[in-house]
């Protein structure tokens, strides 16, 4: 005699007697066991009009900004409507370009990388330069944002960066004008020394073993 039943472990009683004009009495003990399906796989997709939101709010996917011929998460920011772009001759640690969001002063922009400010609280301006490989989105908001974000009037660029997977991946990017030659007479263009070098890795802390990633 074999039972089954949704959300239990078959029984099956073997050799049991039966005898005429008698009625045979069977206890049937069935354990609980979870049922086994397949994984349930979801691709979900942004929606183009996102209803709770109050504020207007721009995102840039990982594949957005490798699709833009810009260097940096202020030069992919500045492609967005409301903003303007312009280099200060300042002396910065870093040649980044002066984002100007609907008409306020540079000062009156804040960045965020992963929740933390970015923001020079003595000038007001950002020196921090992000590989475009490592980042995974960028959220830009120019009116509306809520109270969370303190010492803004203007706009508020948020940086999001990737998080390591569980198996090892990397890339390598080199990009120069050397092979144009002085003078311009091997490719036809003028050699400036300009050399780019972008390197990132990513993966587990230690192989096989849920410790954390990179």
Known sequence: ???????????????????????????????????????????????????????T?????????????????????????????????????????TLIVRGGRPNETVYYLDGFTQTDPLTGHTST???????????????????????????VINVITKEGGDRYSGSFETVTDNFSGQGGKFLGARSYDFNLYDVNLGGPLLPGRDLGTF
């Open 129 to 155: 330069s992000i590989n475009n490989n490592a980042i995974q989105e960028i959220v830009v908001q120019n009116g509306g944002f809520s109270a969370e974000y303190g010492n803004v009037m203007s706009g």
């Open 57 to 97: 709010v721009r995102f840039l996917s990982a594949d957005d900004i490798q699709r833009l011929p810009t260097r940096g998460y202020q030069e992919a920011a500045a492609q967005q409507a409301g903003i303007v772009s312009f280099q200060r001759q300042l002396e910065q640690s870093q040649n980044n370009p």
């Open 1 to 55: 005699v074999r039972a089954n039943m949704l959300g239990h472990a078959p029984f099956l009683a073997q050799r049991v007697t039966i005898t005429p004009d008698f009625t045979t009495e069977l206890n049937i003990g069935m354990k609980t066991e979870a049922v086994q399906m397949d994984e349930v796989r979801v691709e979900a997709e942004r929606p183009l009009l996102q209803k709770d939101a109050t504020n």
